[in-house]
């Protein structure tokens, strides 16, 4: 299963909005207050039944006092759609139930299954159930709810939650974690369980007995009623976890606050994987999984790497994963426009109701730029190192630079080793973008290996604000050029007779070096041409290419080592 859209009329501040969710990995973030629990509200309104406990088991319910949105002047409803997406491999008992329930044959491929909630101001819930665009008899669509809500379609973790999932094990506090299991091993431990269930309840007699001996010495009588937990041990399954460190194995709740949040997480997915991989087709429906702030008591680096892990995770087993985070670390990076950002419609100061940011195009850096605290422009020269899936980066000064390196990398020149293959070479935009330290060090979580190159003219501006992220020169960046005048840019590497060349035949472009309104133009024109004429030929010799296969040698070895 797959939600697709979730629409809202007068819902809380959610006053006319409709959202659109990945079908892999999604993130919704926002400033505090901006409407993130609203949409996990209705996550769990439509499919979670209540808590796993006899004493807590009533479904949600839309409540219009509560939930309508306070500043509508008339009563008008609530309205609550959700589109969502079937899929015959992964959810075959859902089709098969309510296609068996409406009289409907499933058409062939993926079926859209629609649930609109109309709630009025006398809190009458109405709910409108359309299957293959065909709507279902009034008659049946609480049947539909009910197995939905019924199926444990929704692992919903908060990460900044405490879970007191604790039992004592050998005199020794543990922490467990609950396994869900499918509905067939439900039945073989339910057969098995009866007799423990016979055991119990004379042990609970003997118990009550003693009990009841020992609080009748009190000066009111009370007499003592005890019940076991109806099927507890067929509808979960204590597990304890311990982690190893390398030849130390340690229970889960002795580990820091971040790991044990990263471990509850991943088992939540692996959840949700299991129950469609193993499920039989007559209950087999896929679950989706939402993570409130799974940044929590991570490091920056650590949550970089674990941001790229539920990426990898929702896409390798097809299971849809929507996170709500306040970290840029944990944005989908890849397709930014899975990334729903969030805000408040501001009258007279006051906050009204909830917008979506639009992420798309070229709003794609808005969620980062939000969650950084910089301005959005600032990104737009890294739009192509977001796509980059290679581990190995080299941050080049501008589009000129990349195009001279990935020469190296393509291009068979003699007497010089070339760029390494898996290296992606990617342009940041020229050197001021490196003094935004917050910036850079963001991009470089991206990847496992980074290296960042430019023109030796900018060493003096550059170098201190990279040495306050902790880079020191030619370990982590490298100035490029000759310390010569005219030479320190990557042109001053270029060997001596494509500068005469060029300079040669462009005259007057060289000439309006000297004319301030038209240097930066007459550079640029020039920058160009020297790479085109560079380009033409492959039998340099070595001490022509010097520069470049001495710069080339360090950034091989520095990525690599």
Not at 245 to 256: C, S
Not at 473 to 490: R, Y
Request: hydrophobic content about 35%; aromatic content about 10%.
């Amino acid at each position: 299963m797959k939600l697709l859209i979730i629409r809202t009329r007068n819902y809380r501040t959610l006053r006319d909005i409709s959202f659109s969710f990945s079908r892999g990995y999604c993130t919704l973030s926002g400033r505090n207050n901006a409407g993130k629990s609203s949409v996990i509200r209705l996550l769990s309104a439509l499919f979670l039944k209540g808590e796993d406990y006899p004493w807590d088991s009533d479904p949600f319910r839309f409540e219009y006092k509560e939930d309508r949105t306070q500043w509508i002047e008339h009563n008008e409803n609530i309205e609550v759609t959700y589109e969502l997406e079937l899929a015959p491999p992964d959810d075959p008992a859902l089709i098969s139930f309510i296609a068996k329930l409406a009289d409907i044959e499933p058409p062939p491929g993926n079926i859209e299954l629609h649930l609109q909630y109309v709630v009025n101001d006398k809190d009458e819930t109405r709910l409108i159930v359309t299957f293959a665009g065909k709507e279902i008899e009034a008659k049946y669509t609480k049947d539909v709810e009910r197995k939905i809500r019924d199926s444990n379609l929704l692992f919903l973790y908060n990460s900044t939650t405490r879970h007191e999932d604790f039992y004592f094990r050998s005199g020794k506090r543990r922490m467990f974690y609950d396994f869900v299991m499918s509905e067939e091993e439900r039945k073989a431990l339910d057969e098995a369980g009866k007799s423990v269930d016979k055991r119990l309840r004379r042990l609970a007699r003997q118990h009550k007995e003693g009990l009841n001996s020992i609080l009748g010495r009190l000066s009111e009588r009370y007499d003592v009623e005890l019940s076991q937990l109806e099927k507890y041990s067929a509808r979960r399954m204590p597990l304890g976890i311990s982690l190893k460190d390398k030849h130390i194995e340690v229970p889960l709740d002795r580990w820091g606050s971040g790991t044990q949040n990263r471990t509850q997480i991943l088992m939540a997915i692996l959840q949700a994987n299991r129950i469609k991989t193993t499920a039989s087709s007559d209950e087999k429906i896929t679950p989706i999984v939402v993570i409130e702030e799974p940044e929590a008591f991570l490091h920056p680096s650590a949550q970089s790497e674990f941001g790229r892990i539920l990426k990898t995770l929702a896409e390798d087993m097809e299971v849809q994963i929507i996170v709500t985070t306040h970290s840029p670390y944990m944005l989908n990076r890849e397709e930014p426009s899975s990334n729903i950002l969030l805000c408040r419609q501001m009258k007279r100061g006051q906050a009204y109701e909830t917008r979506i940011v639009d992420t798309t195009a070229a709003g794609w850096m808005a969620p980062f730029a939000e969650h950084l605290g910089i301005a959005a422009p600032e990104f737009s020269s890294w739009r192509p190192l977001f796509s980059s899936y290679k581990s190995k980066v080299l941050l080049v000064e501008g589009d000129i630079d990349r195009q001279y390196f990935e020469l190296f990398q393509h291009q068979a020149f003699e007497n010089v080793d070339g760029l390494a293959k898996d290296i992606s070479v990617v342009g940041y935009g020229g050197k001021d973008t490196l003094k935004n330290t917050v910036l850079v060090q963001f991009v470089m979580s991206k990847f496992d290996k980074v290296y960042i190159t430019y023109d030796l003219d900018a060493h003096e501006d550059v170098k201190s604000a990279l040495a306050r992220l902790g880079l020191k020169e030619t370990q982590h960046f490298l100035p490029l050029g000759v310390s010569q005048a005219g030479k320190d840019c990557i042109e001053g590497m270029l060997p001596a007779r494509i500068l005469a060349a060029v300079n040669g035949r462009e005259t007057d472009l060289v000439m309006s070096l000297g004319d301030a309104k038209r240097r930066r133009e007459a550079k640029d024109k020039l920058k160009k041409l020297y790479l085109e004429e560079f380009a033409k030929h492959t039998d340099y010799s070595k001490k022509e290419l010097e520069e470049f296969g001495r710069a080339i040698r360090t950034i091989n070895g520095k990525l690599a080592s």
